[in-house]
T-cell receptor, first 112, second 110 residues
Framework: NAGVTQTPKFQVLKTGQSMTLQCAQDMNHNSMYWYRQDPGMGLRLIYYSASEGTTDKGEVPNGYNVSRLNKREFSLRLESAAPSQTSVYFC???????????FGPGTRLTVT | RKEVEQDPGPFNVPEGATVAFNCTYSNSASQSFFWYRQDCRKEPKLLMSVYSSGNEDGRFTAQLNRASQYISLLIRDSKLSDSATYLCAVNYRGGNKLVFGAGTILRVKS
């Protein structure tokens, strides 16, 4: 049981480049989440998917898009990366009706 | 005012000490509460849920004070391995989301 996995672990982009962060969970959870974590800011929700086929904006969605590909996979896309998107990105999943979330190991993204 | 607030610390304590952190929340409709532990450059990991009656897991005790809108985490007999950032998280009734505090840094020294 791998839990929540994320790829890549590290990425460096130039301003304006695009990329997709991948997340998969093998716990058969319904809900999945994307967060970013910046020093002193804590975890901020970018987008979430309450169930397969649905996605909703979180606190900081601008500059990002998401796709819930199937129940297991939830990807985050940066269409035109900006230095302000330099951060650590965490994916998480939750089995309803519990509210406990379980996190992947994170992707460290630097945009120069 | 932030929805969930924590003292960022750091709390520097000697091994064997007892240390407590608080986390305040602003929405009185909050329903579920959690403490997460995050080691340096790692993902947050669920430490414990916080129940209305309070709950204990070994050296860790979590309490909820609805009247004053805060939760607390007490760590007894601190170990070097307890050094980490402790995040609180709050769910609002019926919602799909958790709101996280920015975390409290604990450093346990020998």
């Amino acid at each position: 049981n791998a839990g929540v996995t994320q790829t890549p672990k590290f990425q460096v982009l130039k301003t304006g480049q695009s990329m997709t962060l991948q997340c998969a969970q093998d716990m058969n959870h319904n809900s999945m989440y994307w967060y970013r974590q910046d020093p002193g800011m804590g975890l901020r929700l970018i987008y979430y998917s309450a169930s397969e086929g649905t996605t909703d904006k979180g606190e900081v969605p601008n500059g990002y898009n998401v796709s819930r590909l199937n129940k297991r996979e939830f990807s985050l896309r940066l269409e035109s990366a900006a230095p302000s998107q330099t951060s650590v990105y965490f994916c998480a999943s939750r089995e309803t009706p519990s509210y406990e979330q379980y996190f992947g190991p994170g992707t460290r993204l630097t945009v120069t | 005012r932030k929805e969930v607030e924590q003292d960022p610390g750091p709390f520097n304590v000697p091994e064997g000490a007892t240390v407590a952190f608080n986390c305040t929340y602003s929405n009185s409709a909050s329903q579920s509460f959690f403490w997460y532990r995050q080691d340096c450059r790692k993902e947050p990991k669920l430490l414990m849920s916080v129940y209305s009656s309070g709950n204990e897991d070994g050296r860790f005790t979590a309490q909820l004070n609805r009247a004053s809108q805060y939760i607390s985490l007490l760590i007894r007999d601190s170990k070097l391995s307890d050094s980490a950032t402790y995040l609180c998280a709050v769910n609002y009734r019926g919602g799909n989301k958790l709101v996280f505090g920015a975390g409290t840094i604990l450093r346990v020294k020998s």
